[in-house]
């Protein structure tokens, strides 16, 4: 019995022995990620907290993502849109901050980030579960590759609209022409977190008074996804540029030997969407010739 009583004494010693190994393990593995991942300590520096708070106050302590405004600081977050992974340049870059909500940083974003390696164009970035209707007419327009997308919007869209375009979206962030998902690019997810970012906006009550009207792009072939889009955005309507499988592949062969950067099987990637292809109620489908059309595609 007597050695029973000594048992509280010692089990009482016990929280400061755990709390001291807690925290040196803690300050062991706060100096590991330091020395791995140097560029962490940026976060702070007083020329971090500097921008941090340029980003915020231009966005009116606004998400870009859901729109709530914030009034509480510490719940918003400099967001990086492309991801730095320690490349010091991009890092401080103004242009790839924007300010995003605690919650929508955490949930959303980081669930992308996460998603990310696991596939080109994985389907929480794809088709986000936060899509909701838009503030702004918007047409989407879909078709294989090579059927003239691109060209098509440039007809139809006036000077002041919003033109959202894969396409676009890489040429602006990162200086080339094409990603393709087929060789499995990480980057497609970069350029979709910013399409997403885009579309986030049209979402917003004051994006009314920023575009007449905005235009979406995409391939989309199956039905269900575009019912998906039409369900989430709420469209003003959703054009299909039908352009026959072998016209499609004949421009693309056209845009390779003129220098564009086309998958060399693109031929097999046309196929399938045709492979895929499903009428959906409503829609207006568009066959060739129609307006705007040239010799090159770009879409």
Same mark, same amino acid.
């Given at each position: ?19 001291? &190994? ?16 140097? %560029? ?7 020329? %971090?907290?500097? &921008? ?9 302590? !606004? ?13 918003? $977050?400099?967001?990086?849109? *492309? ?8 890092? =401080? ?20 980030? /996460? ?14 579960? =936060?899509?909701?209707?838009?503030? *702004?007419?918007?047409?989407?327009? $879909? ?28 040429? /602006? &962030? ?9 060789? #499995?690019?990480?980057?497609? #997810?970069? $350029?979709?977190?910013? /399409? ?14 920023? %575009? ?15 019912? =998906? ?10 054009? *299909?540029?039908? !352009? ?24 097999? *990637?046309?196929?399938? =969407? %045709?492979?895929?292809? #499903? ?13 705007? $059309? #040239? ?5």
């Amino acid at each position: 019995m007597a050695r029973l009583r000594k048992i509280p004494q010692r089990l009482a010693s016990a929280p400061a022995r755990l709390a001291s &190994l807690s925290g040196g393990e803690g300050r062991s593995r706060t100096k590991a990620r330091l020395t791995f991942s140097p %560029w962490r300590a940026w976060y702070n520096t007083a020329r %971090w907290r500097a &921008l941090r708070w340029e980003i915020l106050t231009e966005a009116a302590f !606004t998400c870009r993502m859901c729109g709530r405004v914030e009034g509480n600081t510490s719940q918003l $977050v400099a967001d990086h849109k *492309v991801p730095h992974r320690g490349d010091e340049a991009l890092f =401080w870059d103004r242009a790839n901050l924007q300010c995003l909500c605690k919650s929508c940083h955490d949930s959303v974003k980081q669930s992308e980030e /996460r998603a990310q390696p696991q596939a080109a164009s994985p389907a929480p970035m794809a088709r986000p579960d =936060w899509f909701r209707p838009v503030h *702004v007419p918007l047409t989407i327009v $879909v078709g294989p590759p090579g059927a003239g997308k691109s060209t098509w919007v440039r007809a139809a869209a006036g000077p002041d609209d919003l033109v959202i375009c894969f396409e676009q979206i890489t040429r /602006r &962030l990162l200086g080339i022409d094409r990603l393709n998902a087929e060789e #499995g690019d990480r980057r497609i #997810g970069d $350029v979709l977190r910013e /399409r997403n970012a885009m579309l986030g906006d049209l979402m917003r009550t004051s994006a009314r008074g920023r %575009w007449p009207r905005a235009w979406l792009i995409l391939t989309e072939p199956r039905a269900d996804h575009r019912q =998906w889009w039409a369900d989430r955005l709420r469209p003003e309507r959703i054009v *299909v540029l039908a !352009t026959p499988e072998a016209e499609c592949v004949r421009r693309c062969q056209a845009d390779a030997a003129a220098g564009d950067r086309r998958k060399a099987g693109i031929a097999a *990637v046309v196929a399938r =969407w %045709w492979a895929d292809y #499903g009428p959906r109620p409503g829609e207006v489908v568009i066959a060739p010739p129609h307006p705007g $059309v #040239g010799a090159k595609s770009r879409g």
